[in-house]
C-alpha cells in the first residue's frame, strides 16, 4: 500500500539528482573496468576488440540491476528516487484502468471516487515534485470538481493511501 507523504519538492529534485549521478558514476567506472578487463583478458593487441568492449559494458548493466534491487533499493540516499519510482508506479496502475475509474466515479461508486481522489492527490504531488507547473492548472480545476462531488456524496476527501483493493473493486464493478 502506497502513501503520499509531504515532500519538499526542491529538495526532492536535489537529492534525486544526487543519486543520479552517482548511479551513473559507479555505473560508467564499472563498464570501463569490466570493457578493459574483457579487453585485457580475451582481445587480441591491435586487432577488433569492439564485442569484448560491449560485453564489458552489458556485464555492466546487468550488475547495476543487482546492485540496485540488492543493495541501492535501501539505500538512504536512494530514498527519494524510491519514492518517485512507487509514486509514478502508483498511478500508472490507477491510470492502465482509468477508462473504468471515470465510468465508476459517474456511477458515485465510492471506491472509484477514492481511487480518483489519490490520483489527483499523487498526479499533483509528481507534477510539483518534478517541476511541471504547465499541466497543474487543468488538473486543479479536476480535482477541485471531483473534491466538491466527494464532500457532497459524504466521503471523506483525505486519500492519501491507495488500496490495491479499490483498483480490483473497479474493475470487478466493471465486468
Known amino acids: 500500500m502506497f502513501e503520499i507523504q509531504p515532500k519538499n519538492a526542491a529538495a526532492y529534485r536535489q537529492q534525486t539528482r544526487r543519486s543520479t549521478i ?26 577488433d576488440n569492439l ?19 540488492s543493495t541501492f533499493w535501501t539505500q538512504e540516499w536512494m530514498a527519494p528516487a524510491v519514492y518517485g519510482w512507487q509514486l509514478k508506479r502508483s498511478l500508472m496502475s490507477i491510470t492502465n ?8 466515479v459517474e456511477r458515485d461508486d465510492p ?24 499541466d497543474h492548472s487543468q488538473l486543479s480545476r479536476e480535482m477541485d470538481q471531483h473534491k ?21 473493486a473497479v474493475k470487478q464493478a466493471s465486468r
Not at 552517482?22 to 567506472?29: P, V, Y
Not at 486519500?159 to 483493493?165: D, E, I, K, S
Open 22 to 47: 552517482i548511479i551513473a558514476l559507479m555505473f560508467l567506472a564499472l563498464a570501463m573496468v569490466l570493457s578493459t578487463a574483457a579487453v585485457a583478458l580475451f582481445g587480441e593487441p591491435g586487432g
Open 111 to 134: 471506491s472509484a471516487m477514492k481511487l480518483l481522489r489519490f490520483y489527483h492527490l499523487g498526479l499533483s504531488q509528481m507534477h510539483e515534485l518534478d517541476g511541471n507547473s504547465s
Open 51 to 69: 564485442r569484448f568492449n560491449v560485453g564489458g559494458v552489458f556485464v555492466a548493466v546487468l550488475l547495476m540491476v543487482a546492485l540496485m534491487r
Open 148 to 168: 466538491a462531488r466527494m464532500e457532497a456524496l459524504g466521503i471523506d476527501i483525505e486519500q492519501t493511501r491507495m488500496n490495491p483493493a479499490w483498483i480490483e
Open 97 to 104: 484502468v482509468m477508462h473504468q475509474v471515470t465510468a465508476a
